[in-house]
């Protein structure tokens, strides 16, 4: 597979050095990409970054993963318009610890030749002195040089301290260890590196004291990807709850199969490109179907399995499917019935609960009182709100409909303890305690 032309027809291209597709078409390449430890999990944001190196390893190239350890104590500037808190080094490692898991999910660590591997950068500034970063680093790139960058830039307006002004160096020293102790040729990263990655590739080329003139065989790359945007050019990536994060403790898998369902017709073709590994001629083949019938979001439903399944598992996507029938499918009451008593709390994750006592159901004259007085008003405010409402037919319990507010309160209860009240298309969740 050629890298490039991959990461082309996908729109996964923004830049790259000279020479880089030719370096990747003579033989195998070593390259990286350093992942920001600031939270206990990678979000979608992270994503995009994440198939370059899937799409890099299926290549035949080998992928460095860097966690930033010692970076993740400084935080980087790029994008950010004011500084960041510092985080505990316990802090970090906790959540070095959750990333090193998640990328497992997307590449192969193994024994062959273009294994992944994971690097900390901490492991070798640990014990770096200061004087000794300044001779090493700090002398071959001026101070002209580092604040042309479009990161720091930006931040001269609102004010930057040396700390983040010196990130891109640590950045950049990054890259001369792996190159000089792991032969890593290529740092790739989103669009919004190529300030930083460049450092990288200065500091190499003057530490090595190489010239302009002539290119030579063992010099360092660079290659960003765009920036995912929505069609309406806004930030991609986050919820109405917030980051879509890819733990699946902080985004259940039915939130993160929701979050992909739920996107727009016009942000398709660019997702399931960028985030998917369906082949050119698949895309084109779902894209022509969902074209005839757009409300089936048959490329909606592509992109939610093909992620949620790497992300997740299948039994998390599945999970997520189930889940998704139940609140708003054509769901029965014997696929209620067949929710495992572990899987409610994820599937009913969001949805109201209330908690039912046997007492309050021992006092209930009828099925009016169990959605009023039992559920402490939070299904319906009073008796007569819920007799009107399921004279109306308005109500569900468990999937099936109720017409008599007079019926008796000797229902299923499923797993012997929950209860399904649909309030239209409302859901609301009793818990028998």
């Not at 014990?127 to 790139?141: I, P, Q, T, V």
């Not at 929505?230 to 699946?248: H, M, Q, R, Y």
């Not at 319990?397 to 019926?407: E, R, V």
């Amino acid at each position: 597979m050629n890298f490039i032309e991959e990461l082309r027809w996908r729109g996964m291209l923004n830049d790259m050095t000279p020479g880089t597709e030719e370096q990747l078409l003579k033989e195998m390449t070593a390259g990286y990409i350093g992942f920001d430890p600031t939270a206990a999990s990678l979000h979608i944001g992270n994503l995009a970054t994440i198939m370059l190196l899937v799409h890099f390893q299926r290549a035949g190239h080998k992928p460095f993963a860097l966690v930033g350890g010692a970076t993740g104590m400084i935080g980087d500037p790029s994008g950010k318009a004011a500084e960041r808190e510092f985080l505990s080094e316990e802090t970090l490692r906790r959540n070095q610890d959750g990333i090193r898991a998640q990328l497992t999910k997307f590449l192969v660590f193994d024994e062959s030749p273009n294994a992944a591997e994971m690097v900390n950068n901490y492991d070798w500034f640990k014990d770096f002195s200061f004087l000794g970063f300044l001779r090493e680093a700090g002398k071959h790139l001026t101070v002209n040089y580092m604040m042309a960058k479009d990161s720091v830039k930006k931040r001269l307006e609102t004010g930057i301290s040396f700390t983040e002004f010196s990130y891109q160096l640590l950045q950049g020293y990054d890259f001369y260890h792996l190159y000089k102790h792991r032969g890593v040729r290529l740092q790739m990263g989103g669009s919004d590196q190529w300030g930083n990655i460049t450092t990288g590739t200065e500091l190499i080329r003057r530490k090595e004291e190489r010239g302009d003139s002539e290119p030579s065989d063992d010099r360092a790359f660079a290659l960003t990807t765009p920036l995912v945007t929505k069609a309406d050019g806004t930030k991609f990536g986050k919820s109405e709850s917030g980051n879509v994060w890819l733990d699946p403790n902080l985004t259940s898998p039915y939130q993160f199969y929701q979050f992909w369902l739920n996107t727009t017709d016009n942000d398709c073709p660019r997702l399931i490109r960028v985030f998917t590994l369906l082949d050119k001629e698949a895309i084109e083949r779902l894209e022509a179907e969902h074209a005839e019938a757009p409300h089936l979001r048959i490329l909606q439903k592509a992109i939610a399995q093909d992620v949620t399944v790497r992300v997740h598992g299948q039994a998390g996507y599945e999970l997520a499917v189930k889940a998704s029938e139940v609140l708003f499918g054509k769901a029965t009451i014997d696929t209620l019935r067949s929710i495992a008593l572990n899987e409610f709390d994820h599937i009913f994750d969001g949805v109201p609960q209330t908690d039912v006592t046997q007492a309050d159901l021992d006092a209930c004259k009828d099925i009016t009182d169990l959605l009023s007085v039992a559920s402490k008003g939070e299904v319906y405010a009073s008796k007569g709100e819920a007799r009107r409402a399921i004279s109306q037919n308005a109500v569900s319990l468990n999937k099936t409909k109720i017409s008599d507010p007079a019926a008796s309160v000797d229902i299923e209860w499923l797993q012997g303890r929950y209860l399904l009240v649909s309030k239209g298309k409302k859901n609301h969740l009793l818990k028998k305690v």
